[in-house]
């Protein structure tokens, strides 16, 4: 539209291109700053009522700008520079971290029509950029010359690329059904929502993109009883809010790219012939997710080092491999189906209760509920057997401690083998 | 392929770096500028901090790190196969089956082994 | 030849992966020097995308960006006293820089060959639109008898047997 209109008024048609590209990064880059200063302040609403408070409520109206007081306030307060820093790297930090979540936008489909660009490898451009992050971090640690930056910076790098293990896996389940990376072909192949065909793949990548995110009960990069606060202790004023910012941010992309994957994105009834609609729908979906992110971060207590890892490697990823063979073993007995008979009986002539349901409720969604219900059985199957295999696993674990504490002389030997390492490993968690 | 796709994220790459970078620098211009020996002494227990930052860190760190980037090239093996997979036949399925499984064998031998311990 | 954005573009990424990899070498802080090799990676990258090939600039940036340097990252951690190279040359920088320059002429003839098509090795590459599914077909490939299935499992093996031994030696020096 801006570009038409450029041309028009006698531009030249590379600069229109450039201008109307410009105008476009703009909206969707900008779109999570704005955003966080409104999620900021339902999270601590949320966060106050949770926890018997009030929460803010002093700037505005039930405390609604009280974000914009913050930021205000946070670029009055002194950058202080640690005299030790490697200034560069100091300095560049931030600005990494940020910029590898504000990236993500460029690809999120807001709907049918609104959507940064849609690149043929969407998905996987996500989770690429998603990765710089940990670089981010890893440099604030270096550059703050401090210890305790350091180690926290360590940790959350570890944390941060194990769980793209599961994050990833889990990703791919809705790919495989889909067929395409691009953002927009994952929402248009959700007829019915993914996370009704794979509930194991959204819970997966749910559990891991909590721990990517780095917040409760994963949030051991700011364990403040051990770390003091992480890998940003060293930064003030506006750099230390921008990793504040980049964490703020990236929970509600990453709610809204579970919506994109298992939730059926902007999809919702009228959406295709509103556009505005599905914007409405994403955001409506987006928030119950981050709801859900926000509820657990305050009711579960942090995990210890090694149990993260344990969690992610000896239970994750096993599982989200074999989840994959699995899927595609289903989805080769129950192919995605052909839609073009359902389709073509919807835009013929009314003949029957057949006719009449594909029009009422869309004849892909009907034609592909066969295939779904026989996914989500599959799905149910596997989890009665996960959780049968895991009963036995920890059943005969049990079993050993207690052969084990029957033979020793109960002198308080400790240390001694068959205990899971998770319960005598506390101090050497540390480092 | 459409270059004009990527122009966009070439552009967003830049933006996405300004975006951080100003309120940074306006902070520092607007904020107080009074650095003095206490203030920007590394920020520990009290006690000035004692040898480098730069101490060794645990091995297992590096090990991690490693069978992430093992899995990682394995992640992206399968991208390209998920995307082909509903026109693949089942010997595609066979052939990913064995690539999957020898490399979940493997976890489970480094499991054995202790290596995916945090001790 | 013509000053189109693509040359402009192109030209701009050449000069971040040289100018990356020239820090690399020169840098005196090993982490700085591995900082230095994400830049280079991103321009390889950029290249990437410029040859019409986005399904590897994304394997360079998750894999080389976010994994390999990472670890290096990590090895550089783990080195006690290397942090600080206290010289720019070691003592084997006149066999590096023999070993250096005869690659560069061999990679330099075999591209001229093949730019110029004269008994060139290569089939001169058609110019033009990329099919939309390249990521599909190369999946297909992957896995199809007649391609490159073998190599392809065989690269699983690879895989598991370089992760058993690399954790083998790291947890050897461990023990020491």
Redesign the interface.
Known sequence: MVKDALIQAGMNI?WA??ID??L???V???FG?VWVLLGIWIERKWAGRFQNRIGPNRVGPYGSIQSVADALK???????????A?RP?Y?LA??L???SV??IA?VIPFSPVVI??????GI??V???S??G??GI??AG?GS????A?LGA?RV??QL??Y??PT??SA?IP??IA???SMQGLVHGQHVWFIVSAPVAAVLFFIASQAELGRAPFDLLEAESEL?AGFN??YS???F??FY??EFMHSFFVAILFSVLFLGGWRGPGAEQIPFLGIVYLFIKSILVYFVSVWLRLTVPRVR??QL??LN??FL??LA??Y??FM??V??IA??PDLSGAQAIAAGPYEGVASGIYRLLGPDFVATLPQAGVLLLANVLFVVVAAAVLREVSRRRRMRVEDLVDETDYSGAGGAGGYT?ADH?ET??A? | MNLNEWAFVGIFLAIAGILPAVPILLGWLLGPRKPNPIKTDTYECGIETVGDTWVQFKVQYYIFALVFVIFDVEMLFLFPWAVAYQRLDLFAFVAMTIFILLLTIDLFILWRKGALEWT | MELTIEVVVFAVFAIITLAGALGVVLARNLFRAALLLLVSLFGVAGLFVLLAAPFLAAVQVLLYMGGIAILIIFGVMLTRGMVQARQVMNSQWDLAAVIALVTFVILMIVIVQVAQGEGAPLPSLPRGDVAADSIAQLGAALVDPAQYVLPFEVASVLLAGALIGAVYIAREDEAE
């Open positions: 590379g291109t450039f590209l410009l476009g990064v703009i969707a880059a900008s700053m946070l670029l009055t307060k002194e950058v202080i520079i640690p005299r030790n490697d790297v300095f931030p600005v971290v940020v910029a504000i990236l460029a940064g660009t849609d690149l043929s490898i996987l451009y989770m690429a950029v990765s710089i940990a670089i890893m440099m270096w010359n401090n210890k305790y350091l360590f790098v570890a690329i194990s793209e293990v990833v896996l791919m790919v495989m067929g395409t990376l003091v202790i060293e004023g506006m750099a809010a921008m910012l980049a080092i090694d890892l344990n490697w000896k990823v096993p491999m074999i994959v063979i595609a073993f989805l080769k192919p995605v390492p490993s050497a968690a480092r």
